[in-house]
C-alpha cells in the first residue's frame, strides 16, 4: 500500500513536471514569436539618423558650396536646406504612406497619410524575425533619405535655374519619382510573413516590384544614386550649359569648404549604410567596416588616376573620390565583404574620374557639380557590382532565406541580371518624370535665370544677400 502510494505520488510529480516544462516551453516559444523593441537598436536608429541629417545639413550644402563660383555660394546653401525642410514635411503628409505601406508594386497607398495610426507604440520590422523599431523612428530615418536625394540632383544645373523652378521640379520629382522607387525596392512585409514556402509567396506578391525581382540595394543605390544621378543628367541637358562653360573659368571658389563638406558626408554615411540595418549587430559592424574600406580605396584610386592622367593629385579629387566610394558601397554593404568593398572602392574611383573628365568632355554636357558623374555613374557600377560582391565564394554573405532560416544558394549570373532590373527600371522611370517635370515647368515658369542675372550671380538676385563681403 505504501509502495503504491509513494508511485502515486511519483506519478503526480512528474505529470506536474511535464505541465510545468511544456507551460515553460510554450512561454519561450511566444516569447520567441514576440515582436520586441530593443532600446538598443532604437538608440542607435536615434543617432543613425541624426548622421544622416549632417549629411544634407550641412556636409552636402558646404560639398556642393565650395564647387560653386563666389557668386553662387549661399545659392546651393540655400537649395539644399529648403529642399531638405520641404520634403520633410511632404514626407509626413503623404510621402511615407505612399512609399511604405501596401498597395501595388510600383505605389503604396493612402493609409498612413497625414502618419495616420502611427503611435508611440507603432512598431516597424528589421531584418530579423521578431524584432522591431519604433514606426516613428523609422519615419524619420527614412524622410532623410527622401530629403538627400532630390537635393543632390541640384548639383547637376547649379547656377543658372530660378529658384522657384527648382523648389517646383523637386515637389513633382519626389512625388513620382523617388516614392516610387522606393516602393519598389525597399517595401515588403518584414521577414515574420516568411513563415513557410506557402507564406513567403503570398508576402512576397504584396512587395515592391523590384523586390520582387530580387534586387539588392541595402542603402539607396538605386532609390538614391542612380535616381537622382539621372534626374540631374536630364535636368543639365535641358537647361543647357552656364554661360561661359569652356570659355571662362568656372572653377570652385572654395576647396576647403567642399573638403570639410566631403569630410561630413563620409562621417554621416556611417548612419546612412549601417543605419540601413535598422538593428546594431555584428552586420552593423560588417557594413561600418564595408564603408570605411570602400571609400579610403576609391579616394586612393581616384588620385592615382588624376595624377597620372593629369600629372597632379588634388584636394578636389580625393574629396570627389571618396563620395564616389560611398555611392558604390551604398547597395552593396550589407552584402560584400571587406576586401569586396575595396575593389568596388577601387573600380569606382577610377571609372568616375573618368566620367566626370573624358566622359564629360566627349559628350559636351555641363553637370556642373558632377552630380550625374559621381552619384549617377557610381550608383550603376554599385548597383550592378552588389550582384558580383555578395557572392560568399568571394567573401560575401550571400542573400538570406526566410523560410528555411539560412543562406540561399546563390547564383552570381541570376544576382547581377535581378541588379541590371533595378538599374535599367530606375533609369526609364527617372528618365521619363525628370523629362515630363522639366518641359511642364519651362513652359509654366521657365526653368533658367536671365542671362543677366546668371551673370551677377544668383545670391544677390535670387536671395538678395552675398555670402562673403569685401
Known amino acids: 500500500m505504501k509502495k503504491s502510494y509513494s508511485g502515486f505520488l511519483g506519478m503526480i510529480g512528474l505529470l506536474l513536471l511535464i505541465g510545468f516544462s511544456s507551460a ?54 540655400m537649395q539644399v536646406f529648403i529642399i531638405f525642410s520641404m520634403m520633410a514635411i511632404l514626407w509626413a503628409i503623404y510621402g511615407y504612406s505612399v512609399a511604405f505601406t501596401e498597395g501595388n508594386a510600383f505605389f503604396g497607398g493612402f493609409s498612413k497619410m497625414f502618419l495616420l495610426g502611427i503611435t508611440p507604440d507603432s512598431m516597424a520590422a528589421t531584418f530579423s524575425k521578431g524584432v522591431y523599431i519604433p514606426e516613428y523612428i523609422y519615419v524619420a530615418f527614412q524622410l532623410t533619405f527622401a530629403a538627400i536625394t532630390p537635393a543632390l540632383i541640384v548639383g547637376a544645373f547649379a547656377e543658372r535655374v530660378k529658384f522657384s523652378a527648382v523648389l517646383l521640379f523637386m515637389f513633382i520629382w519626389f512625388t513620382f519619382s523617388y516614392l516610387p522607387m522606393a516602393h519598389m525596392v525597399w517595401y515588403w512585409t518584414g521577414p515574420d510573413a516568411y513563415t513557410d514556402a506557402k507564406a513567403a509567396e503570398a508576402a512576397g506578391a504584396t512587395a515592391g516590384f523590384l523586390f520582387q525581382k530580387g534586387a539588392l540595394d541595402f542603402a539607396g543605390g538605386t532609390v538614391v544614386h542612380i535616381n537622382a544621378g539621372i534626374a540631374g543628367l536630364v535636368g543639365c541637358l535641358m537647361i543647357g550649359k552656364r554661360i561661359g562653360f569652356k570659355k571662362e573659368s568656372l572653377a570652385p571658389h572654395s576647396v576647403t569648404m567642399t573638403m570639410i563638406g566631403a569630410s561630413l558626408l563620409w562621417v554621416g554615411w556611417f548612419g546612412f549604410n549601417v543605419g540601413s540595418n535598422l538593428e546594431a549587430n555584428g552586420l552593423s559592424g560588417l557594413v561600418f567596416i564595408n564603408t570605411l574600406l570602400a571609400s579610403a580605396a576609391a579616394t586612393l584610386s581616384w588620385m592615382c588616376a588624376e595624377w597620372v592622367m593629369r600629372g597632379k593629385p588634388s584636394m578636389l579629387g580625393g574629396a570627389s573620390g571618396a563620395v564616389a566610394g560611398l555611392v558604390a558601397i551604398t547597395p552593396a554593404c550589407g552584402w560584400a565583404g571587406p576586401m569586396g568593398a575595396i575593389a568596388l572602392g577601387l573600380v569606382v574611383g577610377a571609372v568616375c574620374f573618368w566620367s566626370v573628365t573624358g566622359l564629360k ?32 565564394s568571394l567573401g560575401g554573405t550571400g542573400v538570406w532565406d526566410y523560410v528555411a532560416n539560412g543562406v540561399a544558394e546563390f547564383s552570381m549570373a541570376t544576382q547581377v541580371t535581378s541588379q541590371l532590373w533595378g538599374v535599367g527600371v530606375c533609369i526609364v522611370w527617372s528618365t521619363t518624370v525628370s523629362y515630363i517635370a522639366f518641359k511642364l515647368i519651362d513652359v509654366l515658369i521657365g526653368l533658367r535665370v536671365a ?20
Open 24 to 77: 515553460v516551453s510554450a512561454e519561450e516559444v511566444t516569447a520567441a514569436i514576440t515582436p520586441t523593441v530593443n532600446k538598443g537598436d532604437t538608440a542607435w536608429m536615434i543617432v543613425a539618423t541624426v548622421l544622416v541629417i549632417l549629411m544634407v545639413i550641412p556636409g552636402l550644402a558646404l560639398f556642393y558650396g565650395g564647387m560653386v563660383r563666389a557668386k553662387n555660394m549661399l545659392s546651393v546653401l
Open 361 to 392: 568632355a566627349k559628350l559636351g554636357y555641363d553637370d556642373s557639380l558632377d552630380a550625374f558623374g559621381v552619384h549617377g555613374v557610381g550608383g550603376i557600377i554599385g548597383a550592378i557590382g552588389t550582384g558580383v560582391v555578395a557572392s560568399p
Open 451 to 470: 542671362e543677366e542675372v546668371e551673370r551677377e550671380g544668383l545670391d544677390i538676385c535670387e536671395h538678395g544677400e552675398s555670402a562673403y563681403h569685401n
